[in-house]
């Protein structure tokens, strides 16, 4: 199998610097050893003006018979010529992706001390792959690299024989890709989709296949319109390990939609510590308010949006008038002790059915999250920095639309009696604000307004006669045309403020 990598400069910038970026010689011809066959590195022309790399490697089927111990592409039913003759030794394929992870290492990670300038610098780039497998044509070819920057994708399909056209296409292409990239880019394009476009790999995929995929998919793969695709065939199918890429993926996007790090996001739960607040009975109180809250609204279906560790999904699911739970979260660690918490690998399947998690943020409207009967934000508004209050504000109450919907969130005006919190300081390192009853207050009826919803407020602890409970309440209500709370165990906040 074959690649050639073309670049073209002038004397300023002359185009054998590609030499440098790949940490081969123009000048040589160098060989390399792999795990199933022989690399070569050449250089067809070198000049100021063009140069192209060539790599060549020569697959000994005898090997890959031996080292997959008769599986793999090479001895799969498809291969027509059974393990020792097939197609494996001409056709881009893993086997490729494999050597250029060897050979061209360096380049792949971005990594040129003599011109770490040109590193960094897109540069105009010729690919062209005599010989790729197809699975999906060459039309699939160009959804695949046509998003990625390239000006041009010529993938032209090879006939199964020029003598005879009426027998058609081949499933291999010959392609040819031309833009201006940075190399280190171009590379991991072709290392992840060449055995995407095979749809085969030549080796087990074990669990660090994904850490290998967002290694190289970084910066591209994450708002690619083909992402499932790539990262399904990528994983050869492997279900648990596509979930858990696809995961990861999206928490990327969220993050770059933010233009925040992957690592702030995912920062909401730490496996070692517990996020309750302390005294614990308060967290109990909590939950139990909640519950009552839901029971009251003849809630069935319930959203628990910012479930963290999965403690209110726990209790939800504890009674069966709770037919349909949802655990939303942007955070997979909380996720992942969530599912861990619930023993959803153990769960009875008809317990299992009753419950989903799912990761997502609360500032973006996600068309899943419609019809149901009810949402809970449970501790969960005063983590979000106040502008964008308003984005998690439409997502729930205008997008989503639940009929009922609770909101809790610390009382500030309580913190004075925790003996052990400073003055001044929030209950919790990752809360942006803290609200005093007014302030909560003034902000749930304007949110009620704008969005056609009773609202009522629910003392949740003790009910300080100075400086009210410890945590606050709102219930809303959804409300019909003329105003009037549609049927509901909660009383709207014009019942309660008539009383």
Not at 98 to 117: I, T, W, Y
Not at 220 to 236: G, V
Not at 455 to 483: I, K, L, N, W
């Amino acid at each position: 199998m074959f690649l050639t990598i073309s670049t073209t400069g002038d004397l300023g910038r002359p185009a054998t610097d590609l030499g440098f970026l790949l940490h081969k010689h123009p000048e040589k011809a160098q060989t390399f050893s792999t795990s199933h066959g022989t690399a070569h590195v050449f250089y067809p022309e070198a000049s100021a003006e063009r140069c192209t790399a060539a790599l060549l490697l020569e697959v000994d089927p005898v090997a890959l018979v031996r080292r997959g111990k008769g599986k793999g592409r090479g001895g799969a039913p498809d291969a027509a010529l059974a393990q020792y003759v097939n197609d494996r030794p001409y056709a881009a394929s893993s086997l490729l992706s494999v050597a250029m992870s060897a050979v061209f290492k360096s380049a792949l990670n971005g990594v040129c001390r003599a011109l770490p300038e040109r590193v960094q610098a897109p540069m105009p780039l010729r690919i062209e792959v005599p010989a790729l497998p197809a699975r999906g044509g060459a039309e699939l070819v160009r959804k695949l690299f046509g998003p990625l920057g390239w000006t041009s994708v010529d993938a032209v399909a090879v006939p199964l024989d020029e003598q005879f056209p009426e027998w058609g296409d081949s499933r291999y292409v010959r392609l040819v890709l031309e833009g201006e990239l940075r190399l280190a880019d171009a590379l991991r394009q072709l290392y992840v989709l060449l055995p995407v476009l095979d749809d085969a790999k030549h080796y087990w995929v074990a669990p660090d296949e994904v850490d290998k995929l967002l290694r190289a998919g970084e910066g591209w793969l994450a708002a690619h319109p083909e992402q499932k695709l790539i990262t399904s065939r990528y994983l050869s199918r492997r279900w648990g390990l596509t979930r858990q890429a696809m995961q990861q993926l999206e928490l990327v996007r969220l993050a770059e939609s933010d233009d925040l790090d992957v690592e702030s996001i995912d920062n909401a739960v730490d496996e070692t510590t517990d996020t309750e607040e302390k005294p614990v009975p308060l967290a109990e109180q909590r939950r139990a308010a909640v519950l009552e809250a839901l029971r009251a609204a003849g809630a069935s279906r319930v959203l628990d949006l910012g479930c963290g560790q999965g403690q209110l999904v726990q209790a939800l699911l504890k009674d069966v008038a709770f037919t349909e739970i949802v655990g939303v979260d942007v955070s997979m660690r909380a996720l992942t002790i969530a599912s861990r918490r619930l023993k959803l690998d153990r769960m009875g399947e008809r317990q299992a059915a009753r419950v989903t998690l799912r990761q997502g943020s609360l500032t973006y409207t996600d068309k899943r999250l419609k019809g149901y009967d009810a949402a809970v934000l449970s501790e969960v508004i005063e983590h979000l920095d106040l502008p964008r209050l308003p984005a998690l504000e439409y997502a729930v109450f205008g997008s989503a639309r639940p009929r009922t919907v609770l909101v809790t969130t610390p009382n500030v005006e309580y913190n004075v009696r925790w003996e052990t919190l400073p003055a001044g300081h929030a209950r919790h390192g990752d809360h942006r604000f803290e609200w005093t009853r007014d302030e909560f207050r003034g902000w749930a009826r304007e949110v009620a307004q704008r969005h056609g919803y009773g609202v009522d407020f629910v003392p949740v602890g003790t009910d300080d006669p100075e400086v009210g409970p410890p945590t606050q309440m709102a219930v809303f209500t959804m409300t019909t045309a003329d105003g009037t709370a549609k049927q509901s165990g909660n009383r709207t906040e014009k019942e309660a403020n008539a009383a």
